[in-house]
T-cell receptor
Framework: DAKTTQPTSMDCAEGRAANLPCNHS???????VYWYRQIHSQGPQYIIH???NNETNEMASLIITEDRKSSTLILPHATLRDTAVYYC??????????FGKGTLLTVNP | NAGVMQNPRHLVRRRGQEARLRCSPM?????VYWYRQLPEEGLKFMVY????????ESGMPKERFSAEFPKEGPSILRIQQVVRGDSAAYFC???????????????FGEGSRLTVL
């Protein structure tokens, strides 16, 4: 599976959009981009996934560049409860996931 | 509408003892997955099971680890003769669609934290 690179940490003001970048330059044609988050001491929570097209659900939007080498997760109106580690994972299987270090997003009041 | 239930939440074992971790999937889910999160590392896939079948155990250590998902009852991850390096958080997930379907999201439990003294 392709490797991903994410910033170690980011800050966001409450109510503003949080844009979390992810680089996956070695992604192959049949690999999806998955985003999960993990709030301290809890199990991971699925957010969204996509292949080529941009995706949106009730939690977030996923923007994938045309060359698929990078993507951005957007939380449109961040709240304090969105403070968590966000993982960008690339793979051909929705279960054979290897979580990296992720990005610690801190939402500030 | 209970989510994925794992127990025990915390387990302490001495070296050489056995650890048994249990996972009850969400109602209606027949696909179960186990992951391990070592200290300061990310989660890594261990094994995928359906009822009475191991579908993919490519992430399981070759020795001392086994998993089952019987027809009745929870899935069990068993670690025999535990060593200090087995200290980790073990997460279970379940899904309604088959693993690898690309569209099935996984629902994770709260994890079981094993400490080996």
């Amino acid at each position: 599976d392709a490797k991903t690179t994410q910033p170690t940490s980011m800050d966001c003001a409450e109510g503003r959009a949080a844009n979390l970048p992810c680089n996956h330059s070695t992604i192959s044609g049949n690999e999806y981009v998955y985003w999960y988050r993990q709030i301290h001491s809890q199990g991971p929570q699925y957010i969204i996934h996509g292949l080529k097209n941009n995706e949106t659900n009730e939690m977030a939007s996923l923007i994938i560049t045309e060359d698929r080498k990078s993507s951005t997760l957007i939380l449109p109106h961040a709240t304090l409860r969105d403070t968590a580690v966000y993982y960008c994972i690339v793979g051909g299987s929705n279960y054979k996931l290897t979580f990296g270090k992720g990005t610690l997003l801190t939402v500030n009041p | 509408n209970a989510g994925v239930m794992q127990n025990p939440r915390h387990l302490v074992r001495r070296r050489g003892q056995e650890a048994r971790l249990r996972c009850s999937p969400m109602k209606g889910h027949s696909h179960v997955y186990w992951y391990r999160q070592l200290p300061e590392e990310g989660l890594k896939f261990m094994v995928y099971l359906q009822k009475e079948n191991i579908i993919d155990e490519s992430g399981m250590p070759k020795e001392r680890f086994s998993a089952e998902f019987p027809k009745e009852g929870p899935s069990i991850l068993r670690i025999q003769q535990v060593v200090r390096g087995d200290s980790a958080a073990y997460f279970c997930a379940s899904s309604s669609l088959a693993g690898g379907s690309k569209t099935g999201e996984l629902f994770f439990g709260e994890g079981s934290r094993l400490t080996v003294l």
